[in-house]
């Protein structure tokens, strides 16, 4: 499943590729969360035999290859199966098999109490400090994210991620904390899922959480299968980094984080 960024978005994911594009294309590149043409020149610098050269405005398929495959860094997608709109998402993928290396792809039915094994077959792939992006992607609402429950839900089944019911699943969710890289992120991809009070509460909640950004639309979100593997939000989605920081001041903090990749 492909990622794709467009010259003006603003988001936690543009600051991990900045990042990646510092260490190996322009060191000169600032990390800013911004794509802008700073960004966009860094991209067009990108020598590769496979690399097809673009007018660099977006960030997407060999663009993402390369730069996994040169990090050895991981994208994880995680899909409610029980949800049947999710159904086109899954054959996308498979149809597509996107062009980027390490995508991993969690589909998980209708089942109860399945966070945790869902938390577990993340931890099984992404080994500490290994994991750039974890997308969910399901049905939603304001402070809701479904992972294993279709379009209905009990709170007693813990197979979302929902603010009313959080602390029941706080100790799972835990468990992913050694994962990701430092200038990773998590996105979540239900249909409002950071919209109103309940959003950003849950956002809020999962940054401080996993001390990285969380990241979810607000509006109704299109499901994947709609004829090209390429995913991204619809309209402008909300983030939240860790402690309330801003997308400027967190990105900022990432300007040498490039000197820990190998």
């Keep these: 499943m492909e990622i794709e960024l467009r010259i003006g978005d603003r988001l936690p994911v543009v600051a991990s590729a900045q990042v990646l594009l510092k260490k190996f294309v322009d060191r000169d590149l ?46 994880i997608d995680v899909i409610d199966g029980a949800d049947p709109a999710q159904g086109s998402t899954i054959s996308t993928i498979r149809y597509y098999q996107s062009d980027y290396a390490g995508e991993h792809m969690i589909i998980k039915r209708a089942s109860s109490n399945s966070i945790g094994d869902v938390m577990k077959e993340i931890t099984k792939f992404a080994p500490p400090f290994s994991l750039l992006l974890l997308r969910f992607h399901g049905h939603g609402a304001p402070g809701y994210q479904g992972v294993s429950c279709g379009q209905t839900y009990s709170p007693k089944e813990k197979n979302s991620i929902n603010i009313d019911y959080i602390n029941d699943i706080t100790l799972d969710l835990q468990t992913l904390c050694p994962c990701f890289a430092p200038f990773g992120s998590v996105e979540l991809h239900g249909c409002k899922t950071g919209k109103d009070q309940k959003g950003a509460q849950l956002l809020q909640k999962l940054a401080d959480l996993w001390q990285i950004p969380v990241s979810a639309g607000t509006k109704l979100q299109v499901s994947g299968g709609m004829g090209a593997a390429t995913f991204r939000f619809e309209g402008n989605p909300v983030s939240k980094m860790p402690s309330g920081q801003t997308l400027t001041k967190w990105a900022t903090s990432l300007q040498h984080s490039h000197m820990s990749i190998r």
């Design 30 to 75: 600032r990390v800013t969360g911004f794509f802008d043409s700073f960004t966009q020149k860094a991209i067009l610098k990108i020598k590769t035999p496979q690399y097809n050269r673009s007018s660099g405005t977006t960030i997407s398929g060999r663009v993402w290859s390369f730069l996994l495959q040169s990090s050895k860094l991981k994208v």
